[in-house]
């Protein structure tokens, strides 16, 4: 059905094929031999077939990137970023209504920077940046089960196929530099594909995932990408051979003008003969000096392997991809707090306070985004006297950067830590600030799919104007 | 007794944990829709009558709200349960069981009869049947559960207990429910009713025919009906008739859309030779050969597994395999390719189970069929009983509705549809009928693995099991271990429950963070806890491995589907679709929207036999006009309604109404024969449109709806591998014995690498077996042996399961294994048989699948993506599989041509369906002369360095001799003068580096766009 489509941005599949195909010529043949070349990178970024190429967004707005780190299994709030003295007080009282009994944080907490943020012992390094960190500690969300909930996270909904923020963003703001993918995911929990999915938005919002930064505990980082060279051809070689196989795709699309995947394929060779240069150039941190790498923690023990992903997420940044997420499991901590979360801090303590650091000191802070949460929170009561539940009801996040206000708390829990009551941020909200921050109106951020216009936040959605700078 | 005593010990300590997560769930929920629901003016649920009689309001029209099957209540009885027993309950148990408390421990609420009738996680409270059943009988009498935990209720209590019980506990409470302002009225219902898909078909095809003829005769160039349809509406719209295709792209096309692959260079000369002849009778001749090709129920049946959301495994967190699932994927390609009628495929997939049998075999294919009812994702892990059947029922709902009717009935789970007049006791209605078969999915316990469910046996034992059978010493071994595991388990089930009296006795704190004196402290209850979880699973694992032998360790034969259940019953309707909110009981039934007078269920009957017959029937308006439009979109890449899966408010018109009911009659009148409905659509003028530039229709009808040009497709990823083992000359034809998946046996897929793992060595011990070389063939990277358990065994067959020969219960280093994945280089390589046969495992779809936009397992596609992305294509330049296709290609086409000019043609004919054009053919000349040079200098260029350093190296020997003395070198000198004889001068080509510019020249012809389109 030729339905009018009120989004700005891309009507519809069908639409932009269309428009890439009356751009056709973007990067005529003259231009396949300097394909590696980063001017013809740009110049691809710019076309206006592209479906990808930078768009305007809705208004200007100081956020261009956002580095998603997500905690899989829900990290306990109520002993890193929710300060909460009652809980202390109250150790070992009845939870009430709720169940349990309440355990303080075993942790001590202490008060960091100008604005006197009170943040756990578990974060020395990240405490360092207090000034620069936005807490928000009113998140909650409607599945106290991990896939669900995690899903909610990424799309907005817990039931149903949706596009994650990811592919949302893409679509949205598009990318600066063809020569990579505009959304990577490092390192996806096999088995969630939510997070990086782009469902019913077009193919080229998908995420890209890539599994690198090696394997917890085996030393060595394996950047792999797949199918990222060839064996049989060198360089010159296989761009004679590209040469010649877009010589054959020219021709056809000459017999079939308009087709709508002719021009499709062109494209994407274009961008995958970039990527094999490219890629593999930003993913070696060979040349990364090793005060980088110690200062992500990338080269030592626990905090290797995120810590090398979060350098690879600033170089993503830096090089122009417009959303990098990365993953950290093993947060369900139901069986001991004490003894398992100090370990899984540390892990990420230092990288993401490098990040900041790092980020800051190349002046890409003010642009990126840098998001950190988990799917819910954990229980301040325990029913184990060792661990913690799960807990949707309060839980908290943080953002840095990307035109937040910096040491601020933003919203909380009631007195225990349990249910989020002072300017609650359901997920939904959570969403719709993070696009704000990008210059996206997350009500005009829409896609025309099944016969509706559908929306990240659905029909939700407060923007917490209060957390901008 | 006071509100305290059930603080902290909630049913026994195994369910201590549920409990408190339930609570959770439930409590948020709760707090969030009653919040919300106030500001939104949604639905309000008042559990109790003494809240409901402060609302206002109550909605006339659900005076159903006590469920009807509840006998009526005296007024001593209601006197009764007002005096003695309410006044317990509300001490006793609100504080943790009610909607007013806000506490739902372990699920359960007890202050309505629907919430008592409907139980928590461990089953309904009261067993009217039997009461003496029923879990809150057995708890306040402390028989396995203890009820209230700290002190028993008096003898005289549990007496008045008895006595209501006993009479079936008659329960005055009702629960009112304020249901929310939208709502389908009968008058929407009524007015649905005249919405397009749901007209009944016309009597015959020959009268639409008839009616759109007459009224454009004059008009009307085509003589074929089909044609007739479209070209009636390319005039209405305005739009051009588009040209005929050339013969070579209509074969093409022909053999993509019948049969998944692309003809052999030999077939398209014959077919241009018949061609030449008669048009006509080339396209006949040809449709017939294809339709009788063993190939064409591969093809379509693919379509089939799109849209049922065929899978082998659970998906979701826990993702435990369906070792059988490939049954139903065989049914599926048998079914197609014997042309079942399509009304008797879709009963069999419904009611198998029920329908008489002439014999053995038939009976066999009946119960694999309903495989589409069990093969659904489920979640393993989900804690709630009751939510997982629920689940379950919906799934199957859905799929069916879907697939089957092209209508969503699931949206109405939670609250009348808001599009569609469908209301939420249809949904139920519908539920109720699937709520009474068992749904037998499989899997092996594991300790996240909550629902274990047996396969049904099949009545014929497998010639050729997909599994390798056991050896019997390796069952009785199992089995010891079983009895010890018991064992073990027993003991510490035991020290839990003293630990537990303990901890009652007076005078030891309750307080499960303290020390309780001489009792085990938390910790080490704990652990117990965990040990039990643990042992159960490890008994689990190994009795879901030996559930799939016989005795003597021979794979049983088994199958995935549904069982009747004895006794026939209604469900409840969820409100909002939450299990712990029960509402009215409700009658099995049909959906009204889509009958007005649907056929009558008996009370003995579950309803399924009725509903299948409603189902797959002609005068179902749904039913064959979905059928007909699906099998339109696979023929001309659009459906007549582009939303297969919606033919309600929300989904597209048809473009062509009357073609759309004339192909459904006519499917209807060839017995539901799909084979027949297929070849008239592809023997139609519109099966062979060409393509056109015409801007005048492109402004009118961008979307080419009225069909005034083809519509190209991009190859599915399934036949594009196919396509790329084809053209290598690798394709393995045969159909292989079962599935990857079954040789992997039960084990749970995990976050995906454990299966992974076992799905490679699966593959490469069957290539291992074949191929001597395949760990050489291997790169280095691609080895997945940096962890020795997943080196390849190549005794596999004669082992038992991959599975098995494993202890299963170590903790893998799950992220060790992160980097592997289902690639190319593992199963695919070394899976040559078509890809509708490799693995399908949920979340963990092959790679040359996964990037070519096959159909995500767990959804209803109807229509896939076809997208052309970067990751596609470094596949199509560097991948092993294509790289090693274009190897085999090049040997073929060398093979053939010997070189000659030919090679080129052939070439383009294998992987294009047609000769190339004389600029072509300069341009691959161009390219193939570049290559020899460039190949060429880099051959001279090694040669020149191989020789100095050969050279360097003779001297360095010959010094060594000369100091050695005395050895012979007569035999070292005489290789390397051969070796430097077939050095290539630099004029002649030589064969190696022939074949080294035609691979790299095939492999171009594969990367190509027109290689992957059927145009």
């Given at each position: 059905m030729n339905q009018p489509n009120?989004?700005?941005?891309?009507?519809s599949r069908r639409q932009w094929l269309q428009n890439a195909t009356s751009g056709f010529?973007?990067?005529?043949?003259?231009g396949l031999n300097a394909w590696a070349q980063p001017a013809s990178a740009l110049a691809a970024a710019q076309?206006?077939?592209?479906?990808l190429s930078p768009k305007e967004s809705h208004f200007p707005s100081k956020a261009k990137h956002v580095i998603f780190l997500t905690m899989a299994g829900a990290p306990s709030h109520v002993d890193m970023f929710d300060y909460k003295p009652s809980l202390k007080r109250d150790n070992g009282k009845a939870a009430g209504r709720a169940g349990g009994t309440l355990m303080g944080s075993p942790f001590s907490f202490s008060q960091h920077g100008e604005s006197g943020l009170w943040l756990s012992e578990l974060f020395p390094n990240l405490a360092k940046h207090a000034d620069r960190l936005c807490l928000l500690n009113s998140m909650h969300g409607d599945s106290p089960n991990h896939p669900t909930a995690q899903t909610q996270l990424h799309?907005?909904?817990?039931q149903f196929v949706r596009p994650s923020l990811g592919a949302w963003t893409l679509y949205g703001l598009g990318t600066?530099?063809?020569?990579?993918?505009?959304f990577v995911s490092l390192?996806?929990?096999?088995?969630?594909s939510s997070s990086y999915r782009n469902a019913f938005l077009p193919?080229?919002?998908?995420g890209t995932k890539l599994n690198l930064g090696?394997?917890?505990?085996?030393?060595?980082?394996?950047n792999r990408v797949p199918?990222?060279?060839?064996?049989?051809?060198n360089d010159d070689q296989q761009r004679k051979q590209l040469d010649f196989v877009q010589q054959l795709n020219q021709r056809q699309s000459e017999q079939l003008?308009?087709?709508?995947g002719i021009e499709g394929v062109i494209q994407s060779y274009e961008l995958a003969f970039r990527m094999q240069d490219s890629l593999p150039e930003l993913l070696?941190?060979?040349?990364?000096n090793q005060s980088t790498l110690s200062m992500y923690g990338a080269?030592?023990?626990?905090?290797a392997r995120f810590g090398t992903q979060c350098l690879i997420a600033r170089r993503m940044v830096e090089a122009g991809v417009r959303f990098v997420e990365v993953q950290s499991g093993g947060?369900?901590?139901?069986?001991?707090i004490s003894n398992q979360l100090p370990p899984k801090c540390e892990e990420i303590d230092q990288p993401i306070a490098a990040l900041i650091q790092d980020l800051a000191q190349r002046g890409l802070l003010e642009e990126t985004l840098i998001v950190w949460s988990g799917e819910f929170g954990r229980t301040p009561f325990t029913r184990n006297g060792v661990g913690r539940d799960h807990n949707n009801r309060g839980f908290s996040a943080f953002m840095v950067g990307g035109g937040v206000k910096g040491g601020l708390r933003y919203g909380a829990t009631d007195e225990h830590g349990i249910a989020a009551v002072e300017k609650p941020m359901h997920i939904h909200d959570f969403h719709a600030t993070i696009l704000h921050l990008l210059g996206l109106d997350h009500k005009r951020l829409t896609y025309r799919y099944a016969g509706r216009d559908f929306r990240l936040t659905d029909v939700h959605g407060e923007i917490a104007h209060e957390i901008i700078a | 007794m006071s509100r305290s005593c059930c603080k902290s010990l909630f049913f026994s300590c195994s369910d201590r944990r549920l409990a408190g997560r339930a609570h959770h769930r439930i409590g948020a929920v709760v707090t969030v829709l009653i919040l919300g629901c106030g500001l939104l003016g949604g639905s309000i649920v008042a559990q109790d009558d003494m809240m409901a009689e402060q609302q206002?309001?109550?909605?006339?029209?659900?005076?159903?709200?006590?469920?009807?099957d509840q006998p009526k209540i005296t007024p001593e009885q209601a006197a009764f349960f007002e005096s003695k027993i309410r006044p317990v309950l509300v001490t006793?148990?609100?504080?943790?069981?009610?909607q007013q408390s806000g506490r739902s421990e372990g699920?359960?609420?007890?202050?309505?009869a629907a919430a008592l009738l409907n139980g928590g996680e461990s089953g309904p409270?009261?067993?009217?049947?039997?009461?003496?059943?029923?879990l809150l009988w057995k708890a306040i009498n402390y028989d396995?559960?203890?009820?209230?935990?700290?002190d028993p209720l008096p003898p005289h209590v549990i007496e008045d207990f008895r006595i209501w019980l006993s009479q079936?506990?008659?329960?005055?409470r009702v629960t009112n429910v304020v249901r929310g302002a939208y709502r389908v009225t009968p008058e929407a219902i009524e007015k649905g009713r005249e919405f397009w898909s749901l007209q009944p078909l016309p009597a015959a095809s020959s009268e639409v025919v008839a009616k759109v003829v007459q009224t454009h005769a004059a008009d009307?160039?085509?003589?074929k009906p089909i044609d007739q349809f479209v070209e009636l509406q390319r005039h209405l719209q305005g739009v051009s008739t588009p040209p005929t295709a050339d013969s070579y792209t209509i074969f093409r096309r022909l053999c993509f859309d019948l049969l998944g692959v692309p003809p052999t260079a030999e077939q398209v000369d014959w077919f241009q030779g018949l061609w030449a002849q008669d048009p006509e009778a080339a396209m006949s001749t040809a449709i017939d050969f294809m339709l009788a090709s063993p190939k064409f129920g591969e093809r379509w049946g693919r379509h089939w597994l799109d849209i049922v959301r065929y899978a082998e495994s659970t998906g979701?967190?826990?993702?435990?395999?369906?070792?059988?699932a490939w049954r139903y994927r065989d049914y599926v390609i048998d079914s197609f390719n014997n042309d079942k009628p399509y009304d008797r495929f879709l009963k069999e997939q419904l009611v198998g189970d029920l329908l008489p049998a002439r014999n053995r075999e038939q009976k066999q294919e009946q119960l694999i069929a309903t495989g589409l009812l069990a093969m659904g994702p489920k979640t393993?892990?989900?804690?709630n009983q009751r939510q997982f059947e629920a689940d379950v029922i919906d799934e199957q709902i859905d799929v069916t509705t879907r697939a089957?009717?092209?209508?969503?009935?699931?949206?109405?789970?939670?609250?009348?549809h808001k599009f569609e007049a469908i209301t939420q006791e249809d949904y139920y209605a519908l539920a109720g009928i699937f709520a009474n078969a068992v749904t037998h999915f499989g899997g092996a316990n594991s300790q996240r693995n909550r629902y274990v469910s047996k396969l049904i046996d099949l009545p014929i034992p497998d010639s050729q099991p997909a599994m390798a059978p056991m050896k019997p010493e390796r069952i009785a071994a199992m089995q010891e271990s079983i009895s010890q595991l018991n064992e073990e388990l027993r003991e510490v089930r035991r020290s839990l429950v003293q630990d537990r009296r303990a901890n009652r006795?007076?005078?030891?704190?309750?307080?499960?963070?303290g020390n309780n004196g001489n009792a085990a402290n938390g910790m080490e209850q704990q652990q117990r806890q965990q040990m039990v979880q643990r042992l159960t699973a490890q008994i689990g694992s190994l009795q879901g491995i030996l559930d799939c032998y016989d005795s003597e360790g021979k794979p049983r034969s088994q199958c995935m589907g549904v069982q009747p259940k004895p006794r026939p019953s209604d469900v409840r309707l969820l409100e909002r679709g939450e299990v712990n909110q029960p509402g009215a009981t409700i009658p099995r039934g049909f959906v009204k929207l889509l009958d007005k007078s649907p056929p009558k269920i008996r009370?003995?009957?579950?309803g399924r036999m009725e509903f299948a017959n409603w189902v797959a029937n002609?005068?179902?308006?749904l039913t064959a006009r979905v059928m007909a439009n699906r099998v339109w979109q696979h023929l001309i890449?659009?459906?007549?309604?582009?939303?297969p899966e919606d033919f309600g408010v929300t989904g597209s018109r048809p473009t062509h109404p009357e073609l759309l009911d004339y192909l459904a009659l006519r499917l209807i009148e060839n017995k539901w024969s799909i084979k027949s409905l297929i070849k008239e659509i592809a023997l139609s003028d519109a099966y062979r449109m060409g393509w056109q530039v015409d801007s005048l229709a492109s402004d009118k009808d961008p979307e080419n709806l009225y069909l005034w040009r083809s519509h190209p497709q991009r190859i599915q990823a399934e036949a594009l591998r196919d396509t790329l083992l084809w053209v290598g000359g690798s394709l393995d034809v045969e159909r292989p014995t079962g599935s990857l998946v079954a040789q992997a046996g039960p084990v749970e897929v995990g976050r995906g690498q454990q299966l992974a793992q076992l799905l490679i060595r699966a593959a490469t011990s069957r290539s291992s077996m074949e191929s001597s070389n395949s760990d050489e063939m291997m790169s280095e990277s691609e080895k997945?042996?940096?962890?020795?358990?997943?080196?390849?065994?190549?005794?596999l067959r004669n082992e038992g399961?991959?599975?098995?020969?494993?202890?299963?219960?170590?903790?893998?280093d799950m992220a060790a294994l992160n980097?592997?994945?289902?690639n190319e280089t593992s199963v695919n390589r070394s899976f040559?048989?078509?890809?509708?046969?490799l693995p399908v495992v949920r979340e963990l779809l092959p790679r040359s699948l996964e990037l070519f936009d096959?159909?995500?397992?767990?959804m209803v596609i109807g229509v896939r993506e076809q997208s052309n992305t970067a990751p596609q294509a470094l596949f199509m330049m560097n991948n092993e599989l294509v790289r090693q296709q274009a190897v085999a290609l090049a040997e073929r086409t060398l093979e053939k041509?010997?070189?000659?000019?030919q090679a080129i043609d052939y070439v383009f004919k294998t992987a294009f369906s047609r000769p190339a054009a004389p600029d072509e053919i300069r341009h691959c000349e161009a390219f193939i002369a570049d290559m020899t040079e460039e190949f060429g200098a880099a051959a001279r260029a090694r040669e020149a360095e191989r020789a100095t350093e050969q050279e360097r190296r003779q001297r360095r020997d010959a010094r060594n001799r000369r100091a050695q003395?005395?050895?012979?070198n007569s035999t070292e000198t005489a290789p390397n003068q051969t070796e430097r004889q077939s050095n290539p001068t630099s004029t002649e080509i030589s064969p190696e580096l022939q074949r080294q510019v035609m691979i790299a020249f095939c492999h171009a012809i594969l990367a190509t766009a027109e290689f992957r389109y059927r145009n």
């Amino acid at each position: 059905m030729n339905q009018p489509n009120p989004s700005p941005i891309v009507a519809s599949r069908r639409q932009w094929l269309q428009n890439a195909t009356s751009g056709f010529g973007f990067l005529a043949f003259a231009g396949l031999n300097a394909w590696a070349q980063p001017a013809s990178a740009l110049a691809a970024a710019q076309d206006p077939g592209n479906p990808l190429s930078p768009k305007e967004s809705h208004f200007p707005s100081k956020a261009k990137h956002v580095i998603f780190l997500t905690m899989a299994g829900a990290p306990s709030h109520v002993d890193m970023f929710d300060y909460k003295p009652s809980l202390k007080r109250d150790n070992g009282k009845a939870a009430g209504r709720a169940g349990g009994t309440l355990m303080g944080s075993p942790f001590s907490f202490s008060q960091h920077g100008e604005s006197g943020l009170w943040l756990s012992e578990l974060f020395p390094n990240l405490a360092k940046h207090a000034d620069r960190l936005c807490l928000l500690n009113s998140m909650h969300g409607d599945s106290p089960n991990h896939p669900t909930a995690q899903t909610q996270l990424h799309t907005g909904n817990f039931q149903f196929v949706r596009p994650s923020l990811g592919a949302w963003t893409l679509y949205g703001l598009g990318t600066d530099n063809a020569s990579l993918p505009g959304f990577v995911s490092l390192n996806p929990p096999a088995g969630n594909s939510s997070s990086y999915r782009n469902a019913f938005l077009p193919a080229v919002f998908q995420g890209t995932k890539l599994n690198l930064g090696g394997n917890p505990g085996r030393g060595s980082a394996s950047n792999r990408v797949p199918d990222i060279n060839n064996p049989m051809l060198n360089d010159d070689q296989q761009r004679k051979q590209l040469d010649f196989v877009q010589q054959l795709n020219q021709r056809q699309s000459e017999q079939l003008p308009e087709h709508p995947g002719i021009e499709g394929v062109i494209q994407s060779y274009e961008l995958a003969f970039r990527m094999q240069d490219s890629l593999p150039e930003l993913l070696d941190l060979s040349k990364e000096n090793q005060s980088t790498l110690s200062m992500y923690g990338a080269n030592n023990g626990r905090s290797a392997r995120f810590g090398t992903q979060c350098l690879i997420a600033r170089r993503m940044v830096e090089a122009g991809v417009r959303f990098v997420e990365v993953q950290s499991g093993g947060w369900d901590h139901h069986n001991s707090i004490s003894n398992q979360l100090p370990p899984k801090c540390e892990e990420i303590d230092q990288p993401i306070a490098a990040l900041i650091q790092d980020l800051a000191q190349r002046g890409l802070l003010e642009e990126t985004l840098i998001v950190w949460s988990g799917e819910f929170g954990r229980t301040p009561f325990t029913r184990n006297g060792v661990g913690r539940d799960h807990n949707n009801r309060g839980f908290s996040a943080f953002m840095v950067g990307g035109g937040v206000k910096g040491g601020l708390r933003y919203g909380a829990t009631d007195e225990h830590g349990i249910a989020a009551v002072e300017k609650p941020m359901h997920i939904h909200d959570f969403h719709a600030t993070i696009l704000h921050l990008l210059g996206l109106d997350h009500k005009r951020l829409t896609y025309r799919y099944a016969g509706r216009d559908f929306r990240l936040t659905d029909v939700h959605g407060e923007i917490a104007h209060e957390i901008i700078a | 007794m006071s509100r305290s005593c059930c603080k902290s010990l909630f049913f026994s300590c195994s369910d201590r944990r549920l409990a408190g997560r339930a609570h959770h769930r439930i409590g948020a929920v709760v707090t969030v829709l009653i919040l919300g629901c106030g500001l939104l003016g949604g639905s309000i649920v008042a559990q109790d009558d003494m809240m409901a009689e402060q609302q206002e309001g109550v909605s006339s029209d659900m005076d159903e709200a006590a469920p009807p099957d509840q006998p009526k209540i005296t007024p001593e009885q209601a006197a009764f349960f007002e005096s003695k027993i309410r006044p317990v309950l509300v001490t006793n148990c609100y504080s943790c069981h009610s909607q007013q408390s806000g506490r739902s421990e372990g699920g359960l609420d007890v202050d309505s009869a629907a919430a008592l009738l409907n139980g928590g996680e461990s089953g309904p409270a009261i067993d009217v049947a039997d009461f003496e059943a029923g879990l809150l009988w057995k708890a306040i009498n402390y028989d396995g559960l203890q009820m209230p935990p700290q002190d028993p209720l008096p003898p005289h209590v549990i007496e008045d207990f008895r006595i209501w019980l006993s009479q079936g506990a008659p329960d005055p409470r009702v629960t009112n429910v304020v249901r929310g302002a939208y709502r389908v009225t009968p008058e929407a219902i009524e007015k649905g009713r005249e919405f397009w898909s749901l007209q009944p078909l016309p009597a015959a095809s020959s009268e639409v025919v008839a009616k759109v003829v007459q009224t454009h005769a004059a008009d009307l160039q085509a003589t074929k009906p089909i044609d007739q349809f479209v070209e009636l509406q390319r005039h209405l719209q305005g739009v051009s008739t588009p040209p005929t295709a050339d013969s070579y792209t209509i074969f093409r096309r022909l053999c993509f859309d019948l049969l998944g692959v692309p003809p052999t260079a030999e077939q398209v000369d014959w077919f241009q030779g018949l061609w030449a002849q008669d048009p006509e009778a080339a396209m006949s001749t040809a449709i017939d050969f294809m339709l009788a090709s063993p190939k064409f129920g591969e093809r379509w049946g693919r379509h089939w597994l799109d849209i049922v959301r065929y899978a082998e495994s659970t998906g979701r967190e826990v993702n435990m395999p369906y070792t059988q699932a490939w049954r139903y994927r065989d049914y599926v390609i048998d079914s197609f390719n014997n042309d079942k009628p399509y009304d008797r495929f879709l009963k069999e997939q419904l009611v198998g189970d029920l329908l008489p049998a002439r014999n053995r075999e038939q009976k066999q294919e009946q119960l694999i069929a309903t495989g589409l009812l069990a093969m659904g994702p489920k979640t393993l892990n989900e804690r709630n009983q009751r939510q997982f059947e629920a689940d379950v029922i919906d799934e199957q709902i859905d799929v069916t509705t879907r697939a089957f009717l092209g209508i969503s009935v699931a949206c109405a789970r939670c609250h009348d549809h808001k599009f569609e007049a469908i209301t939420q006791e249809d949904y139920y209605a519908l539920a109720g009928i699937f709520a009474n078969a068992v749904t037998h999915f499989g899997g092996a316990n594991s300790q996240r693995n909550r629902y274990v469910s047996k396969l049904i046996d099949l009545p014929i034992p497998d010639s050729q099991p997909a599994m390798a059978p056991m050896k019997p010493e390796r069952i009785a071994a199992m089995q010891e271990s079983i009895s010890q595991l018991n064992e073990e388990l027993r003991e510490v089930r035991r020290s839990l429950v003293q630990d537990r009296r303990a901890n009652r006795r007076p005078g030891s704190g309750n307080n499960a963070t303290g020390n309780n004196g001489n009792a085990a402290n938390g910790m080490e209850q704990q652990q117990r806890q965990q040990m039990v979880q643990r042992l159960t699973a490890q008994i689990g694992s190994l009795q879901g491995i030996l559930d799939c032998y016989d005795s003597e360790g021979k794979p049983r034969s088994q199958c995935m589907g549904v069982q009747p259940k004895p006794r026939p019953s209604d469900v409840r309707l969820l409100e909002r679709g939450e299990v712990n909110q029960p509402g009215a009981t409700i009658p099995r039934g049909f959906v009204k929207l889509l009958d007005k007078s649907p056929p009558k269920i008996r009370r003995d009957s579950s309803g399924r036999m009725e509903f299948a017959n409603w189902v797959a029937n002609s005068e179902n308006p749904l039913t064959a006009r979905v059928m007909a439009n699906r099998v339109w979109q696979h023929l001309i890449g659009e459906g007549i309604v582009r939303t297969p899966e919606d033919f309600g408010v929300t989904g597209s018109r048809p473009t062509h109404p009357e073609l759309l009911d004339y192909l459904a009659l006519r499917l209807i009148e060839n017995k539901w024969s799909i084979k027949s409905l297929i070849k008239e659509i592809a023997l139609s003028d519109a099966y062979r449109m060409g393509w056109q530039v015409d801007s005048l229709a492109s402004d009118k009808d961008p979307e080419n709806l009225y069909l005034w040009r083809s519509h190209p497709q991009r190859i599915q990823a399934e036949a594009l591998r196919d396509t790329l083992l084809w053209v290598g000359g690798s394709l393995d034809v045969e159909r292989p014995t079962g599935s990857l998946v079954a040789q992997a046996g039960p084990v749970e897929v995990g976050r995906g690498q454990q299966l992974a793992q076992l799905l490679i060595r699966a593959a490469t011990s069957r290539s291992s077996m074949e191929s001597s070389n395949s760990d050489e063939m291997m790169s280095e990277s691609e080895k997945p042996s940096d962890n020795a358990d997943v080196r390849p065994n190549r005794n596999l067959r004669n082992e038992g399961p991959l599975m098995a020969d494993d202890n299963p219960f170590r903790r893998r280093d799950m992220a060790a294994l992160n980097s592997v994945s289902i690639n190319e280089t593992s199963v695919n390589r070394s899976f040559d048989y078509r890809s509708i046969y490799l693995p399908v495992v949920r979340e963990l779809l092959p790679r040359s699948l996964e990037l070519f936009d096959a159909a995500e397992p767990s959804m209803v596609i109807g229509v896939r993506e076809q997208s052309n992305t970067a990751p596609q294509a470094l596949f199509m330049m560097n991948n092993e599989l294509v790289r090693q296709q274009a190897v085999a290609l090049a040997e073929r086409t060398l093979e053939k041509t010997g070189g000659s000019s030919q090679a080129i043609d052939y070439v383009f004919k294998t992987a294009f369906s047609r000769p190339a054009a004389p600029d072509e053919i300069r341009h691959c000349e161009a390219f193939i002369a570049d290559m020899t040079e460039e190949f060429g200098a880099a051959a001279r260029a090694r040669e020149a360095e191989r020789a100095t350093e050969q050279e360097r190296r003779q001297r360095r020997d010959a010094r060594n001799r000369r100091a050695q003395r005395g050895r012979d070198n007569s035999t070292e000198t005489a290789p390397n003068q051969t070796e430097r004889q077939s050095n290539p001068t630099s004029t002649e080509i030589s064969p190696e580096l022939q074949r080294q510019v035609m691979i790299a020249f095939c492999h171009a012809i594969l990367a190509t766009a027109e290689f992957r389109y059927r145009n």
